[in-house]
């Protein structure tokens, strides 16, 4: 089955780094993807991983990928109030095309 | 060169109107795809299409939603009519169909009936 499940909401201090985590289930998944939607707008793809790594970085955000547990991470680094959103971790598959499963997304707040 | 263009960005209708939401893709790319967001909640996938064509539209409700994408011109998503349970944010992503990197989404129809 297709399934993607994040948790709902974290607040973190402006500064400290964020970490927000994903697990699925679809083990023949093949890209993971971190999207970031502020209020009132579209989706932003961040990054994306494919299934045969384990980590991503690219600037502030790091990506782990543990597949043996099919959970996946999103680490930002020096959490600045502009990277208050919402982030959806989604699964695909290769081949024919894109159809992305997402999950419910993750509400992060940040603080001063 | 213009990102995935939908509107109306907002859009109320009365419980038995029809929506129509349109979404260009961009430029190049032939493949549109189409998203509900319900309040509090993911994204889920609609439907599929390649210019003429229908390719999956196992997202679809089976009664009042219908979407085409015609040789010339948008996407058009059509909802006839429209019940309070359909009160979302509508989003339209389109590719070349060549990516595996995830594609580029508008910035949504948010649909309200009244």
């Known amino acids: 089955g297709e399934d993607v499940e994040q948790s709902l909401f974290l607040s973190v201090r402006e500064g400290d780094s964020s970490v927000i985590n994903c697990t699925y289930t679809d083990s023949s998944s093949t890209y993971l993807y971190w999207y970031k939607q502020e209020p009132g707008a579209g989706l932003q793809l961040l990054t994306y991983i494919f299934s045969n790594m384990d980590m991503k970085q690219d600037q502030r955000l790091t990506v782990l990928l543990n597949k043996k547990d099919k959970h996946l991470s999103l680490r930002i680094a020096d959490t600045q109030t502009g990277d208050s959103a919402i982030y959806f971790c989604?699964?695909?598959?290769?081949?024919?095309?894109?159809?992305?499963?997402f999950g419910a997304g993750t509400r992060l707040a940040v603080h001063p | 060169n213009a990102g995935v263009m939908q509107n109306p960005r907002h859009l109320v209708r009365r419980r038995g109107q029809e929506a129509r939401l349109r979404c260009s893709p961009m430029k190049g790319h032939s493949h549109v795809y189409w998203y509900r967001q319900l309040p509090e909640e993911g994204l889920k996938f609609m439907v599929y299409?390649?210019?003429?064509?229908?390719?999956?539209e196992s997202g679809m409700p089976k009664e009042r939603f219908s979407a085409e994408f015609p040789k010339e011109g948008p996407s058009i998503l059509r909802i006839q009519q429209v019940v309070r349970g359909d009160s979302a944010a509508y989003f339209c992503a389109s590719s070349s169909g060549s990516e595996n990197y995830g594609y580029t989404f508008g910035s949504g129809t948010r649909l309200t009936v009244v």
């Open positions: 989604a699964e695909s598959k290769a081949g024919g095309y894109n159809k992305l499963i």
């Open positions: 299409l390649q210019k003429e064509n229908i390719i999956d």
